[in-house]
């Protein structure tokens, strides 16, 4: 009974030490997975603001029309970040958000799908799914509805099936296909998305 009694203590201790440590390699994961992301968001979040600059400063020196000055950063992120697709894929998303404010459409989705294409080229689901996103929200809000939707619902749902997923991400995919379906007139839908990305966040 005794003996018995010790095997089943040391069988408890090992498989409860078990546990923890692969609790402990988890959370180790984890950290790893928060510290990478922060280092690409921070290199990011870099880039764009020497970007920005370079564009302000370049629209001080020089009378150049929006639709000049916005060529040229195209002009400079193929020149400064070809060897970095990553890198490319969010600063062309930046800049297809500036011909969006310039009313330029055609331009903004063609960056966008350029976006597109330097996100496949890493291997970073979430950056592909964050691009598509904001192409799906472009699309949606030139009321090209059938490329939008199945765009964001791919999106989505490759988030939803990381391991480690970025709940920022969705939260900002969520909210732009909650917007898009506002403006198909399914209020339903919009709510549903709206308060899912609202618990992400």
Same mark, same amino acid.
């Given at each position: 009974?005794?003996?018995? %009694?010790? /095997?089943?203590? $040391?069988?408890?201790?090992?498989?409860?030490? +078990?546990? =923890? @440590?692969?609790r402990a #390699?988890?959370?180790?994961?984890?950290?790893?997975?928060?510290?990478?992301?922060?280092?690409?968001?921070?290199?990011?979040?870099?880039?764009?603001?020497?970007?920005?600059?370079?564009?302000?400063?370049?629209?001080?020196?020089?009378?150049?029309?929006?639709?000049?000055?916005?060529?040229?950063?195209?002009?400079?992120?193929?020149?400064?970040?070809?060897?970095?697709?990553?890198?490319? %894929?969010? /600063?062309?998303? $930046?800049?297809?958000?500036?011909?969006?404010? +310039?009313? =330029? @459409?055609?331009?903004? #989705?063609?960056?966008?799908?350029?976006?597109?294409?330097?996100?496949?080229?890493?291997?970073?689901?979430?950056?592909?799914?964050?691009?598509?996103?904001?192409?799906?929200?472009?699309?949606?809000?030139?009321?090209?509805?059938?490329?939008?939707?199945?765009?964001?619902?791919?999106?989505?749902?490759?988030?939803?099936?990381?391991?480690?997923?970025?709940?920022?991400?969705?939260?900002?995919?969520?909210t732009a296909?909650?917007?898009?379906?506002?403006?198909?007139?399914?209020?339903? @839908?919009?709510?549903?998305?709206a308060q899912?990305?609202?618990?992400?966040?």
């Open positions: 009974v005794a003996i018995a %009694a010790l /095997l089943v203590g $040391t069988i408890t201790e090992a498989d409860r030490a +078990a546990r =923890e @440590a692969q #390699e988890s959370e180790a994961r984890q950290a790893h997975h928060e510290r990478d992301r922060a280092l690409h968001e921070l290199a990011h979040s870099e880039a764009t603001d020497e970007f920005l600059g370079f564009l302000l400063q370049e629209g001080a020196e020089k009378p150049f029309t929006t639709a000049q000055l916005l060529e040229r950063g195209e002009q400079l992120i193929d020149r400064q970040f070809a060897s970095d697709p990553g890198l490319r %894929a969010r /600063l062309l998303l $930046t800049l297809a958000n500036l011909y969006v404010d +310039a009313m =330029e @459409a055609n331009k903004a #989705e063609a960056l966008l799908m350029r976006a597109q294409a330097s996100a496949k080229a890493v291997a970073d689901p979430q950056l592909e799914a964050q691009v598509d996103c904001g192409l799906a929200a472009h699309l949606g809000d030139t009321g090209a509805f059938d490329r939008a939707m199945p765009l964001f619902d791919s999106a989505v749902a490759r988030l939803r099936a990381q391991p480690e997923l970025d709940l920022a991400v969705l939260a900002q995919c969520l296909r909650s917007m898009v379906s506002m403006l198909r007139g399914d209020a339903d @839908a919009a709510l549903a998305d899912s990305a609202l618990a992400s966040l």
